[in-house]
T-cell receptor
Framework: QQPVQSPQAVILREGEDAVINCSSS?????VHWYRQKHGEAPVFLMI?????EQKGHEKISASFNEKKQQSSLYLTASQLSYSGTYFC??????????????FGSGTQLTVLP | EAGVVQSPRYKIIEKKQPVAFWCNPI?????LYWYRQNLGQGPELLIR????????DSQLPKDRFSAERLKGVDSTLKIQPAELGDSAVYLC???????????????FGQGTRLTVV
């Protein structure tokens, strides 16, 4: 049930764009995105609910394709501070309406000057 | 406002010994989670509380792991006895509403890095 993230790692220069993908084999209720810097706690970026909505956070935005059970995180004009590991968390509805949030293995993003 | 507070930050124990982690969530947050994060992996949910009720503990290894949140505020996670494979970072998170409600986010603590030798 763990979502699959791609790529596993990406290196880019400051100002370049990047896309991180997250896909699931299960029907999704929502997708969450977090960023974790080395030795620190994961920090919430955004949540997307089913309905295909797209949300943004500064120069970071995301989309959620409910039919394909996929989400993509878009980092535009990346900054040095964007470096870290990005995790998607997918939420499915289990029996009894108990929702379960499962995180992917992460995408390590490195932004170079 | 204080964030999620966990203690200790680091713990080294010998295998077969017991260990306990403590978490104080953000004030007013009803939902509390314990996650385990192995190196290079995403957080793995161990247990989720709504107030003092454990609503999802399906991934908690109940033969050696236990958790409690007696008054619906702070929580402890215990391992007894610890095994070498339990070495990981144990993260606590809290949320003002159940996961999935609009605009809900989870706030993570700094975690406890456990090393079992």
């Amino acid at each position: 049930q763990q979502p699959v993230q791609s790529p596993q790692a990406v290196i880019l220069r400051e100002g370049e764009d990047a896309v991180i993908n997250c896909s699931s084999s299960k029907a999704l209720y929502s997708v969450h995105w977090y960023r974790q810097k080395h030795g620190e706690a994961p920090v919430f970026l955004m949540i997307l609910l089913k309905g295909g909505e797209q949300k943004g956070h500064e120069k970071i935005s995301a989309s959620f394709n409910e039919k394909k059970q996929q989400s993509s995180l878009y980092l535009t004009a990346s900054q040095l501070s964007y470096s870290g590991t990005y995790f998607c968390g997918t939420e499915i509805v289990r029996a009894g309406s108990a929702r379960q949030l499962t995180f992917g293995s992460g995408t390590q993003l490195t932004v170079l000057p | 406002e204080a964030g999620v507070v966990q203690s200790p930050r680091y713990k080294i124990i010998e295998k077969k010994q017991p260990v306990a982690f403590w978490c104080n969530p953000i004030s007013g947050h009803n939902t509390l989670y314990w996650y385990r994060q192995n190196l290079g992996q995403g957080p793995e949910l161990l247990i989720r509380y709504e107030n003092e009720e454990a609503v999802d503990d399906s991934q908690l290894p109940k033969d050696r792991f236990s958790a409690e949140r007696l008054k619906g505020v702070d929580s402890t996670l215990k391992i007894q006895p610890a095994e070498l494979g339990d070495s990981a970072v144990y993260l606590c998170a809290s949320s003002p509403r159940p996961v999935g409600a609009r605009n809900t986010e989870a706030f993570f603590g700094q975690g406890t890095r456990l090393t079992v030798v």
